[in-house]
């Protein structure tokens, strides 16, 4: 299935206004992160650590709350939707996409291969088959992953969002895309829900840490590539 009918079966699923706070709540979400980490007076190395990680979580619950707004179903079971495949991190589902969340640390770069991307990689496989092969479900959910990229110069800012369908064998990309060129594709649909408010950035990005004097804040594998990026860059 080529890059086309996958970015078609997209917009069909997740109208233009919902795929526009899509591409917002990254950059609301690492701003929001970044402003904690100064409050909490860190700087260098630790600011970075705790802006990930806390851009990660605001980011979650921004996601979950735009997909119950929009109509979608958020799902945080542990496995993913009529499988036996294990989940750790919550979807957002609408039709047929089952849309999470990936850091990368180059511009079209694969994510880490965590358990959870590894289940939804193989999910499309059902974008791999032969339309015309009567084993081929036309309808089966796909794994579709918001990739950002944090801009290194600059702990505020994201410097690149892509949307991406990654192919069975983690390997290479079935499909990936910056997500402004992507909704530049969807013409002029309108229609949609209401934008991120206030109040929900507030709800997203209260996260009640009182850091331990001298302990830097955790950093998960994404976030140890984060620093290596940053020491490169």
């Known amino acids: 299935m080529g890059h086309a009918v996958i970015a078609a079966l997209i917009r069909r699923a997740i109208p233009k206004q919902v795929m526009l706070d899509h591409a917002e709540i990254p950059g609301v979400a690492r701003k929001a992160a970044a402003e904690k980490a100064r409050e909490l007076g860190l700087s260098g190395r630790a600011a970075r650590r705790s802006t990930g990680f806390n851009a990660h979580l605001v980011m979650e619950n921004l996601l979950k709350d735009l997909c119950e707004r ?57 974008l791999t088959g032969d339309l015309f092969d009567p084993s081929t479900d036309a ?41 402004d060129d992507f909704i530049a594709g969807y013409g002029d649909e309108e229609g949609g829900v209401e934008p991120v408010t206030a109040d ?15 302990v830097e804040p955790y950093a998960g594998e994404e976030q140890r590539a984060e620093d290596a990026a940053q020491e490169k860059s």
């Open 70 to 126: 929009a109509g979608g179903v958020v799902i945080e079971d542990r496995a993913f939707p009529d499988t036996e495949l294990t989940l750790h991190q919550p979807l957002s589902r609408y039709g047929r996409i089952l849309l999470g969340r990936a850091t990368i640390h180059e511009r079209k770069g694969m994510p880490s291969a965590n358990v959870t991307r590894r289940n939804g990689a193989a999910l499309n496989r059902s």
């Open 139 to 179: 309808s089966a959910p796909f794994h579709v992953l918001l990739l950002t990229l944090p801009d290194f110069h600059d702990l505020d800012k994201i410097a690149a969002t892509y949307l991406a369908v990654i192919a069975p064998d983690f390997n290479s990309f079935l499909f990936v895309e910056e997500i």
């Open 200 to 214: 929900a950035l507030a709800d997203a990005g209260d996260f009640g840490l009182i850091p331990r004097k001298g």
